[in-house]
């Protein structure tokens, strides 16, 4: 786990540091440049305002500054779908996952949910099981797949498969409390806590909302002089970390070309940057002809990618396999892009967050677009408390009401939004799914090309999609977290003149 500071925010650090070691307070400075009162002063009604140290980061990760890119089709639309016509949009930087998630991680799941929910709960296991049948085919050998990949240690650092878009956001969410715990036992507000049962088990909201305790350890000190005394850690601390989740298809496939590679003056020590990118590829690395390796060194020829090559040949001849690989290989296995990314061409295809549509107009988004909202909050009591965490430990949820949202400046008056412009009362399309399409509010967008995929969907511009609740021995997934604060690792968001005053 490592946190992320800009360089003004080192700079405050070390100042606070030496005001520290001279018999001063780490906040005593800290004063409200708009009202002139102290923070952090219980004299003064408590406001705490505490020192921000960086983004926590969870392991694995690598950030992904944002910027516009040119997404879709860069091929010949050989399947004539036209469902990924080129078109510019920005998103907003991000972390991912270096690889995807493997057996040996999601083993790791399974066992907590075995080990707090096994006795009480035993179908919230049975509903995280990957599907091993996924591997079956009428007319290949494929149970040593259905019974070994998975469990045996041969395949630990193979990509999971075998699970459905709707069991990958489980592990996501999964995924944010375990950090997050593991984040407050570091720094010392929980203890280890090996006995949670079913409901009585850590997650971040219900943490945050006062609804679990577990193994106290230290506490912060509530600075507000009608308070307790003593309160849980929250979100305006700094120290709890983003939620994981599935990235969008606009963050994965900017993700997957990596066009920072192709920026020939980037930004760096001696230099601002420049807004260039020498023109787009199509696959995720640089060269855009060849799978292969171009350098004149000792990889030089080598597949870059593990696919199908052609008709039979999935894995080439004895003495000579191309990408040495005949089901998906190691997660770490061939070059990674200019993010740092492994496999994003290849392997395995890959869940993303959106809902699958053939086509959204054109200028509907061009800033983080993404289809698939649901706009949801946490129910609350009479009091305007929240609702006690339910029998899994989590706090239930509700959808947006239409009358709450009738008097927002909004764009829309529901809380599913999913058909918005393409499917719903405005747009006039109907999928009358099972009769005359397979496409519904339940299709979800897979990326990537796999190890049983011919080099066309290795192009990140290319898209399928599958049921959610499907399962498939070609599609893995990887997780991602938002970048709070500033767009990039330099300091805080913004060009920064002689002059400017600092927070």
């Known amino acids: 786990m490592k946190r992320l500071l800009g360089l003004n925010g080192l700079v405050l650090v070390s100042a606070l540091a030496l005001l520290s070691s001279c018999g001063g307070s780490k906040s005593s400075n800290l004063v409200s440049s708009k009202t002139g009162w102290n923070f952090n002063d219980s004299k003064l009604g408590g406001y705490d305002v505490p020192l921000y140290e960086g983004q926590y980061i969870g392991p694995g990760l690598a950030f992904i500054e944002g910027g516009r890119f040119t997404m879709g089709q860069t091929e010949e639309d050989l399947t004539y779908e036209n469902n990924n016509p080129p078109k510019t949009v920005s998103v907003s930087s991000f972390y991912m996952d270096e690889t995807e998630v493997a057996n040996v991680h999601y083993r790791e799941y399974l066992h907590w949910i075995a080990r707090v929910y096994g006795n009480d709960y035993p179908d919230v296991y049975q509903k995280a099981l990957p599907d091993s049948q996924s591997w079956r085919r009428a007319l290949q050998y ?102 994981y989740r599935l990235p969008t298809e606009a963050e994965w496939e900017y993700a997957a070309l990596a066009y920072v590679g192709r920026n020939p003056e980037p930004d760096s020590k001696r230099r601002r940057g420049e807004e260039v990118v020498t023109d787009r590829q199509v696959y995720p690395w640089g060269d855009n002809l060849s799978t292969r390796e171009g350098a004149r060194n000792a990889y030089q020829g080598q597949q870059l990618a593990n696919f199908r090559r052609g008709q039979g040949d999935a894995m080439g001849v004895a003495g000579g396999l191309n990408d040495n690989a005949d089901i998906p290989a190691d997660i770490y296995a061939y070059k990674p892009n200019a993010f740092g990314l492994y496999n994003m061409a290849g392997n395995v295809s890959e869940w993303v967050l959106d809902v699958y549509r053939p086509n959204t107009p054109m200028d509907a988004s061009d800033f983080r677009p993404f289809r698939g909202n649901v706009f949801e909050t946490f129910k609350t009591l009479d009091d305007y408390s929240l609702e006690e965490k339910d029998s899994l430990g989590r706090i239930p949820k509700r959808l947006v009401t239409q009358e709450e949202l009738a008097e927002k400046n909004i764009n829309y008056r529901g809380s599913n939004v999913i058909a918005y412009e393409d499917g719903d009362s405005t747009s006039g399309a109907v999928y009358d799914y099972g009769k005359t399409t397979l496409v519904n509010d339940d299709a979800h967008v897979y990326k990537g090309g796999s190890w049983n995929d011919r080099a066309y969907w290795l192009s990140p511009g290319t898209r399928r999609f599958l049921q959610a609740s499907h399962t498939s021995s070609t599609i893995g997934f990887r997780c991602c977290m938002d970048r709070l604060g500033s767009p990039s690792l330099k300091g805080p968001s913004g060009n920064r003149f002689l002059g400017n005053k600092k927070k």
């Open 142 to 243: 494929n149970e040593p797949q259905v019974e070994y990949y998975f469990r045996h240690a041969a395949y630990n650092y193979y990509p999971v498969v075998g699970v459905s878009w709707n069991q990958a956001n489980q592990y996501c969410k999964w995924r944010t409390d375990r950090v997050n715990e593991m984040i407050l036992i570091q720094k010392g507000f929980l203890k280890k806590n090996a006995f949670q049962v079913s409901e009585d088990n850590f997650s971040t909201k219900t943490y945050v909302a006062g609804q679990y305790e577990g193994a106290v350890g230290i506490k912060k000190k509530d600075l507000d002089p009608t308070g307790v005394g003593k309160r849980n850690v929250r979100y305006e601390d700094g120290i709890l970390t983003a939620d």
